[in-house]
């Protein structure tokens, strides 16, 4: 599975996550060109990118998780919460198949 940077994106955007490019590479914790370079070489999100990526991700699900449980959630705020848990799931299939691959390379079971 192959990380879409383009759909992650957009569903980001939807949901008022991220409002570009600029945004969605901070979610990385790498600089604000990061995913336009990365896009433009063909090149997957690093491990450690992705670590950071996931963390982030977590992060707005468990602050939108609690605007949902308060009394101010909303239908948005659901939308949110299912569009970061498909993300999130989506990204640690990604995750897990890339430290799979990096394992197999190493020689490692």
């Known amino acids: 599975m192959a990380f879409d940077y383009d759909d992650f994106c957009r569903r980001l955007r939807v949901v008022a996550i991220i409002r570009n490019e600029e945004d969605f590479s901070g979610l990385f914790g790498k ?8 896009k433009s070489k063909c090149v997957e999100p690093s491990l ?9 991700i977590e992060e707005q699900l468990k602050e939108s998780n609690e605007e949902l449980k308060s009394d101010y959630g909303t239908e948005q705020t659901l939308h949110r919460c299912k569009t970061l848990y498909e993300i999130h799931s989506q990204t640690l299939l990604i995750l897990r198949e890339k430290v799979r691959e990096q394992k197999r390379q190493l020689g490692i079971a």
């Open 31 to 38: 600089n604000p060109s990061y995913v336009s370079a990365n």
């Open 48 to 56: 450690d990118a992705l670590t950071n990526f996931l963390f982030n």
